[in-house]
């Protein structure tokens, strides 16, 4: 079976993937927050509004993917999920290039940024491969001292990136409003 992206607030979904969160996403994402209560987590990406997929296979959910607005015209996007990740990180890859990040430019949008941990490189790897400028190192960002780096999209790097994207090969990919 391919993989499922649903869009919309899943709580218990959200859950389900906090709960079984890969130990690198864990890391990254507690480290700047105020608890690691995965509830909590799902709670607070659940807060953040529609603009949010789950990734499903075999009827499983194995990953979050969205954005949420953080000020006019900047928004703030996330992904995160099992040690299940590799078997939909292609799928979602395809969704942010050719859907999320198309979307959101047309509503008015000129930068949607993330933070990533120093040490989770393969999200900053996945990250650049999307065509995400990287800042300088943010030492001493998260709350014990790591260094973080901001890695975002301009307007022009998101057209630039949907131009590429029309290459990528199709896959099984199903997209369903929850």
């Given at each position: 079976m391919g993989v499922v992206l649903k869009q919309g607030i899943d709580l218990l979904a959200l859950a389900l993937v906090t709960r079984k969160m890969r130990q690198a996403d864990q890391d990254e994402i507690y480290?700047?927050?105020w608890d690691e209560d995965p509830d909590a987590l799902a709670a607070r990406t659940a807060a953040g509004g529609p603009f949010q997929w789950i990734a499903w296979k075999d009827g499983v959910p194995i990953a979050s993917i969205g954005a949420h607005a953080n000020r006019p015209h900047v928004w703030t996007c996330w992904a995160f999920g099992t040690d299940r990740w590799n078997e939909v990180v292609f799928s979602?890859?395809?969704?942010?290039?050719?859907?999320?990040?198309?979307?959101?430019?047309?509503?008015?949008?000129?930068?949607v940024q993330c933070h990533a941990s120093a040490k989770h490189t393969r999200a900053r790897e996945w990250l650049m491969r999307m065509g995400a400028k990287q800042s300088d190192p943010l030492d001493f960002y998260g709350k014990n001292g790591q260094t973080y780096f901001c890695y975002w999209w301009d307007r022009q790097s998101v057209e630039s990136n949907l131009r590429l994207?029309?290459?990528?090969?199709?896959?099984?990919?199903?997209?369903r409003q929850t």
């Open positions: 480290n700047l927050g979602l890859t395809k969704h942010a290039v050719r859907h999320m990040m198309p979307a959101l430019t047309e509503t008015g949008v000129h930068r994207a029309r290459h990528l090969p199709a896959n099984n990919v199903s997209h």
